[in-house]
C-alpha cells in the first residue's frame, strides 16, 4: 500500500476556544473508576514537592476570583484491553478552571517522518519495516494548541491509549496520544500535542504486522529449522489473540464452539499458509536448479532467475503474470524428459500455491476452495495439471483441481521434516499419510462441531508447544536471531502470544470459559502481546513527531503569547472572570514562561519517557505468562508498575524544578499589572481634579482682569509721572500728562496683561501635594482648600514671572493748536517719548496676589468640594493599596521562590 508522503500531519490553526474543547481532553482527565491503576499517594516524594508549592501559591490573595487547586492530583493507570481500552496514562494535574486553548499550526508531512526516521533507505531492519507498514495502515491526524490560563496551577499528562475495537469515546478505532503540560501563578499556560493516529483495517494490520514479524524473525534465523517449524504457530498466536478478542467484545452472549471456530480458522489458515509457504520454496528451489542448468537463450533464463531469487525460499510466490508468461514460454525448450517435467511439475505448484495463497488473505473464514480461479493457468499448466489428475489436457481448470494436484503431486515433493507441524497435530486424527492430512486439512468439515474439534487438536497442539517452547528450546531459538529487535521480538510478542494462545486461552476454552478467568480478563491476556506489536511499531513514529513538535514549541508558544490581542484571548476569559483585562500582561508573560521553562522537555526527560513507554508497552515484561494471566484476576494490579512510576516521578520532578524560577519571574509581571490597573484609576481621578482646577484658575483669571487691569496700570503710571519733568515744554508736559493714563493703559493691556494672565493660565495647581497635606491628617475644607490654591498659585507665579522684568517704551501721541492770527490755527500732532517703564516681576505678581486675595471663590469651592474630596480620598486609597501591593511583592518574591 502507498504511503501518502503529502499528508500533513498537524491541522491549521483553530483559533481560539475553552480549553475543555480542545481534542484529548477526555483522555487527561482524572478516572473516578480505575481498572489497572491507582492515585498517586499525597506522601509521594515529587507529588509532595509540587503540593507545597501549589498550596503556598494559592495563599497568595492579590486576586480573590482566581481558582487555586491547592494540591496535585496524580494517576497512574496501564488499561490492557485492546478492544476496548489500552496503554498508559500518567496524569498529573492541578488543572485551569479559566483557561483559552488556541490552535497553533504546524508545518511536518508524513514524507518528513519518512525522512527522519530513515525510512527510505531500503533498509531491512524488523524496525523500520514495521514503521513502514504502519505508516500503510494508519492515518496520522494531529493538533497542537497553546493554552493561556487564570489560575493557580501546573499540570503534566502523559496519555497513550488505544483500540482495536469502536467505543463510545474513541469510535474511530486507533490510538490516542497526548502530552500536555503547564504551569500558572494566577497567571500562567502550556500546550497540548494531540495525536490520533486511525487504523483503517485492525484485521489486516494485525495480519501483515504478525506475518512480517514472523516472516523475518525466520530470515533472521537463516530458516533455521527450529524456528521454522514454529513458523506457521507465531503468527497464528498474534491472529488467534486479535479475532478472539474482537468475538468476545463483539458478542455479550459467548458461545463456545463458535470461539471454538474463530480458533481453528486461524489455526488452519495458519497451517495453510505454511503448507503453501513449503510448496513454494520446494518449487522455487527445483525451477532454480533447472533453469541455471538448461540450455536456454540468454535473454530468456536472466530474468526468470532474477525474480526467483528476489523471493527468499520462504515466501509464497507472487502472482506475476508477466514471470508465468515467460516460464511457460520457455517450458518447450527445457530438454524433454526427466529434467522437463520436472519442470512443469514444480512451475504448477509454484503457480498453484500463488492462486491459493490469495484466497486465506483478507477473511477470517478459511476458504472452501471450490469455486473458478481468479487467473487462467497458462497452457503447459494446464496441461500438467490434468495430466497429473488423469485428465484430457484441456480440461478447465477450478480450485478443487488445483487443491487435488497439491495433496497428489506437491506435497510427497516435500521432505518429512518439513511437515513436522502437520505430522504432528494432525495426522494422529486425520490421517496416517501427508497426502491425507493435507487433504483435511485443505477441506476442514468438523462433522462434530468446533468445540469437539478443538479439543482433538487442543492436546497434539499443547504437547507440541511444550517441546518447541521449552526454555532450553526458546534459547537456542534466540541464539540464532541477531541481537536487536528481531530478537527482543521474538521474546516480547511472539512467544508470549504463542503461550497465551495455546497455554492460557485453549484450556479457558475446554472449560467452557468457566476455567477462573472472565471475560474480561482473558481480552486483557489477549491484549499483552497485541499491545507491544502495535506498541512498539508505533511509537517510533509517535517519538519522532513529538521530537519534531519538542524542538519548535518553545518559540511557536512564544509567538502564539504575543497575539494575545490578535487571537481574541481576553474576550473569550472576559465572561468568566472580570480581572480578565487587567492580567493580559501577566497573562502573555506566564504563556512566554510556560514556554521557556515547561514546554520544552529536556532531552534526557524526553528519552527516557519514550524508552520507559516501550517497557510499559511490553506488560508481559519478564516474559512469565502464567504469572501475567494470574495478576489479571486482580483488577487494580498493574504490570511494569516501576516504569510508570518512574515516569510519574521524572514529570513531577520537571514541574518541580521549575516552578521556583516561575513563580520568581511571574510574580513581578502580576504585582505591576495590579498596580498599573491602580494606577490606571489614579489617572482617572487625578484627571478630574487637574480638570477643576484649571476651570478655577480660568474662574479667577476671569474675576480679577478688570482689577489687575487697574492696578497695573495705576502702578506704570506712577512711574511715568516721575518721567514729566523731563519735558521742558509746560505746554507740552500738560498735554502729555492729560494723555498719560490713557497711552499707559493701553500699553498695560496690549503688552503686560497677557504676559501676566498667560503666566497665571499656565498655573497647574499641585493635586499631588494637596493629597500629600490630606494624608498627614489635614481636613480638606472649603478655607483649607482655598487657601492651598491660592498658595500654589502665588508660588508657581512667583517662579513663572518672579525675575522677570515687564518693560516698555512709553510714547503718548498728544496734538495742540498753534494760533498764527490773522491765519487760521494749524493742529499739531507729536508722539512724545517718555522714554522706558519697567516694574520687576514680583512687584507684579504681588499684585497679582492681592488682587487674587481680594476676590471670593468659597461659593464655587462650597459646590465642588464633596467631589474634590472624593476625589481626594479615592486616590489616597489607591495608594494605599500600591503600597501594600508593592510590600506584598517584595515578601512574595521571597515567600514562593
Known amino acids: 500500500m502507498a504511503i501518502d508522503l503529502n499528508h500533513q500531519i498537524f491541522a491549521s490553526s483553530s483559533g481560539a476556544d475553552s480549553w475543555f474543547n480542545a481534542k484529548g481532553n477526555a483522555k487527561v482527565l482524572l478516572r473516578t473508576e480505575l481498572r ?10 515529587a507529588v509532595a514537592q509540587i503540593n507545597v508549592i ?3 501559591w494559592a495563599e497568595l490573595s492579590i486576586f480573590a476570583e482566581v481558582k487555586a487547586r491547592l494540591q496535585i492530583q496524580g494517576q497512574l493507570q496501564t488499561p490492557l484491553d485492546l478492544f476496548e481500552e489500552a496503554g498508559l496514562a500518567v496524569r498529573l494535574q492541578a488543572i485551569a478552571e479559566l483557561a483559552v486553548g488556541v490552535g497553533i499550526s504546524f508545518g511536518m508531512t508524513v514524507g518528513d517522518l519518512v525522512k527522519n526516521l530513515g525510512l527510505n533507505t531500503g533498509s531491512q531492519d524488523i524496525d523500520k519495516l514495521l514503521q513502514s507498514l504502519m505508516l500503510e495502515e494508519i492515518s496520522l491526524e494531529a493538533v497542537l494548541y497553546g493554552q493561556f490560563a487564570i489560575a493557580v496551577m501546573a499540570y503534566a499528562n502523559l496519555v497513550l491509549t488505544g483500540t482495536l475495537h469502536p467505543t463510545a469515546e474513541q469510535p474511530q478505532v486507533g490510538f490516542q496520544f497526548i502530552f500536555d503540560a503547564g504551569m500558572g501563578f494566577i497567571a500562567g499556560g502550556g500546550y497540548r500535542f494531540f495525536l490520533h493516529a486511525g487504523i483503517q483495517d485492525p484485521r489486516r494490520l494485525v495480519g501483515r504486522a504478525s506475518g512480517m514479524l514472523a516472516y523475518e524473525i525466520g530470515r533472521g534465523s537463516g530458516f533455521d529449522s527450529n524456528i521454522t517449524g514454529l513458523l506457521p504457530f507465531l503468527r497464528m498466536g498474534i491472529r488467534v489473540s486479535y479475532e478472539i478478542g474482537e468475538y468476545l467484545t463483539q458478542n455479550n452472549t459467548v458461545s463456545v464452539d463458535e470461539v471454538s471456530k474463530v480458533y481453528i480458522q486461524v489455526l488452519v489458515q495458519e497451517l495453510q499458509y505454511y503448507l503453501f509457504m513449503l510448496i513454494g520454496a520446494y518449487a522455487r528451489t527445483e525451477l532454480i536448479a533447472i533453469i541455471t542448468n538448461s540450455p536456454l537463450p540468454e535473454s530468456q533464463a536472466p530474468v526468470l532467475l532474477k525474480q526467483l531469487n528476489q523471493e527468499d525460499a520462504w515466501t509464497v510466490p507472487s502472482n506475476s503474470s508477466t ?44 476458504p472452501l476452495y471450490n469455486g473458478a480461479i481468479s487467473a487462467s493457468p497458462l497452457p503447459s499448466v494446464k496441461a500438467w495439471i490434468n495430466q497429473t489428475l488423469g485428465r484430457e489436457p484441456d480440461i478447465t481448470l477450478n480450485q478443487e483441481d488445483v487443491v487435488k494436484f497439491i495433496i497428489s503431486s506437491a506435497v510427497p515433493s516435500i521432505r518429512s521434516e518439513k511437515l513436522e507441524p502437520f505430522m504432528d497435530l494432525l495426522s494422529p486424527q ?19 462441531g468446533y468445540q469437539q474439534l478443538l479439543n482433538t487438536v487442543s492436546i497434539p497442539l499443547q504437547s507440541y508447544m511444550d517441546r518447541k517452547l521449552s526454555a532450553s528450546n526458546i534459547q537456542a531459538m534466540e541464539a540464532k536471531l541477531p541481537a536487536g529487535t528481531g530478537r527482543n521480538m521474538f521474546k516480547q510478542v511472539l512467544i508470549p502470544a504463542l503461550e497465551i494462545s495455546t497455554g492460557v486461552l485453549l484450556p479457558e476454552i ?27 511499531s508505533l511509537i517510533p513514529l509517535v517519538q519522532e513527531i513529538m521530537r519534531e513538535v519538542n524542538k519548535n514549541v518553545q518559540g511557536l508558544l512564544s509567538n502564539t503569547a504575543s497575539k494575545i490581542k490578535e487571537l481574541g484571548v481576553i474576550s473569550k476569559l472576559k465572561g468568566l472572570n472580570e480581572i480578565a483585562e487587567v492580567l493580559e500582561k501577566p497573562l502573555q508573560e506566564g504563556v512566554k514562561l510556560s514556554a521557556d521553562l515547561i514546554a520544552p522537555l529536556p532531552p534526557d526527560l524526553f528519552e527516557d519517557l519514550f524508552y520507559s513507554i516501550l517497557d510499559v508497552l511490553t506488560p508481559i515484561g519478564n516474559n512469565d505468562v502464567i504469572a501475567f494471566s494470574e495478576h489479571l484476576n486482580r483488577p487494580n494490579w498493574i504490570p511494569r508498575i ?17 516552578a521556583t524560577t516561575f513563580a520568581v519571574k511571574i510574580i513581578p509581571s502580576l504585582f505591576q499589572a495590579l498596580i498599573d490597573d491602580l494606577l490606571r484609576q489614579i489617572e482617572k481621578f487625578i484627571a478630574y481634579l487637574q480638570e477643576t482646577f484649571n476651570r478655577l484658575v480660568q474662574l479667577i483669571v476671569d474675576r480679577i482682569k478688570d482689577e489687575l487691569i487697574e492696578r497695573l496700570t495705576r502702578l506704570y503710571l506712577e512711574e511715568a509721572r516721575l518721567l514729566l519733568s523731563f519735558i521742558p515744554s509746560k505746554q507740552i508736559r500738560d498735554k502729555v500728562n492729560d494723555a498719560l493714563e490713557s497711552a499707559v493703559n493701553k500699553v498695560v493691556k496690549e503688552l503686560i496683561l497677557g504676559q501676566v494672565l498667560d503666566s497665571l493660565m499656565s498655573v497647574q495647581i499641585d493635586e499631588s501635594k494637596l493629597i500629600k497635606l490630606v494624608r498627614e491628617g489635614n481636613a480638606l475644607t472649603v478655607d483649607f482648600l482655598q487657601n492651598y490654591i491660592i498658595n500654589e498659585i502665588q508660588e508657581q507665579l512667583d517662579k513663572k514671572i518672579g525675575l522677570k522684568n515687564f518693560s516698555f517704551k512709553l510714547t503718548v501721541p498728544i496734538s ?32 497679582v496676589m492681592e488682587v487674587i486675595s481680594g476676590i471670593n471663590i468659597r461659593s464655587e469651592l462650597s459646590d465642588l468640594i464633596y467631589y474634590i474630596n472624593a476625589a481626594v480620598m479615592s486616590v489616597i486609597n489607591l495608594q494605599l493599596k500600591i503600597e501594600t501591593l508593592q510590600n506584598d511583592m517584595a515578601e512574595a518574591l521571597v515567600k514562593y521562590g
Open 36 to 45: 489497572r491503576g491507582f492515585n498517586l499517594e499525597l506522601n509521594a516524594e
Open 816 to 847: 495742540f493748536k498753534i494760533d498764527l492770527s490773522p491765519f487760521p490755527p494749524i493742529e499739531h500732532k507729536q508722539d512724545v517719548s517718555l522714554g522706558l517703564l519697567s516694574q520687576p516681576g514680583t512687584q507684579i505678581a504681588k499684585i
Open 54 to 56: 501549589l498550596k503556598k
Open 642 to 658: 516501576n516504569e510508570i512510576e518512574s515516569m510519574s516521578t521524572e514529570l513531577s520532578n520537571h514541574l518541580a524544578t521549575k
Open 510 to 536: 475446554e472449560s467452557g470459559l468457566t476455567a477462573g478467568m472472565g471475560k474480561k480478563e482473558v481480552k486483557e491476556a489477549l491484549s499483552a502481546s497485541l499491545i507491544t506489536l502495535i506498541g512498539r
Open 430 to 448: 486425520f490421517g496416517a499419510s501427508p497426502q491425507e492430512t493435507v487433504k483435511w486439512l485443505l477441506n476442514i468439515s468438523p462433522a462434530s
Open 323 to 366: 514471470f508465468f508468461q515467460l516460464a511457460d514460454e520457455i517450458s518447450s525448450k527445457i530438454p524433454e524428459g526427466v529434467q522437463q517435467d520436472s519442470y512443469k511439475k514444480a512451475l504448477s505448484s509454484y503457480w498453484a500455491t500463488s492462486q491459493l495463497f490469495g484466497l486465506l488473505e483478507g477473511s477470517p473464514e478459511l
